[in-house]
T-cell receptor, first 112, second 113 residues
Framework: GENVGLHLPTLSVQEGDNSIINCAYSNSASDYFIWYKQESGKGPQFIIDIRSNMDKRQGQRVTVLLNKTVKHLSLQIAATQPGDSAVYFC???????????FGTGTRLLVSP | ETGVTQTPRHLVMGMTNKKSLKCEQH?????MYWYKQSAKKPLELMFVYNFKEQTENNSVPSRFSPECPNSSHLFLHLHTLQPEDSALYLC????????????FGQGTRLTVV
């Protein structure tokens, strides 16, 4: 079946650094992608999304890049803060279907 | 606060018990979902409801029985569960099932003993 996977299970950065979290997907029909953040004891929170007709989208301190050629998605966090420490999930959807498929997640640890 | 509320937050039940998980959304969404989150596994979609109609059952065992009485409420009825069913059960809602993000509740941490 199709799967969404993350390259690194844990990413450790210093406060103030920029963080890059990567995600590979295998369903070439996926046309909508989302990044979620999950803090301990909470449900996933929406961060940013991107449609397949775009290759970059910026939010507040976050940027998502989509490379459809190599089926790769990344989340860049600028000036990472301790409050950014969490597990980050990418998710993909083929909008012809209703399933949002999640990756296993990357834990981001931010040291002061 | 995402507008999606799940109760209870924690539940411990024996394998012969019957219990229900509740989800309520105050966002005016018409699609609701149940996900299972186990340690070191991706979130697994269990059920999808769109306008109160079940549109997806992702090969979930019959010991899990969903109910959606209206677009704002979703239940997951549990009976004769197994220890491997212990997980975080997450409810989510979205405006439609297409290119829209889903908003998640805090989850119910279920332990089956």
């Amino acid at each position: 079946g199709e799967n969404v996977g993350l390259h690194l299970p844990t990413l450790s950065v210093q406060e103030g650094d920029n963080s890059i979290i990567n995600c590979a997907y295998s369903n070439s029909a996926s046309d909508y992608f989302i990044w979620y953040k999950q803090e301990s004891g909470k449900g996933p929170q929406f961060i940013i999304d991107i449609r397949s007709n775009m290759d970059k989208r910026q939010g507040q301190r976050v940027t998502v890049l989509l490379n459809k050629t190599v089926k790769h998605l990344s989340l860049q966090i600028a000036a990472t803060q301790p409050g950014d420490s969490a597990v980050y999930f990418c998710a993909e959807k083929d909008t012809g279907f209703q399933k949002l498929v999640f990756g296993t997640g990357t834990r981001l640890l931010v040291s002061p | 606060e995402t507008g999606v509320t799940q109760t209870p937050r924690h539940l411990v039940m024996g394998m012969t018990n019957k219990k229900s998980l509740k989800c309520e959304q105050h966002l005016g969404h018409n699609a609701m979902y149940w996900y299972k989150q186990s340690a070191k596994k991706p979130l697994e979609l269990m059920f999808v409801y769109n306008f109160k109609e079940q549109t997806e059952n992702n090969s979930v065992p019959s010991r899990f029985s969903p109910e959606c009485p209206n677009s704002s409420h979703l239940f997951l009825h549990l009976h004769t569960l197994q220890p491997e069913d212990s997980a975080l059960y997450l409810c989510a809602s979205s405006q439609g099932t297409g290119e829209r993000e889903a908003f998640f509740g805090q989850g119910t941490r279920l332990t089956v003993v």
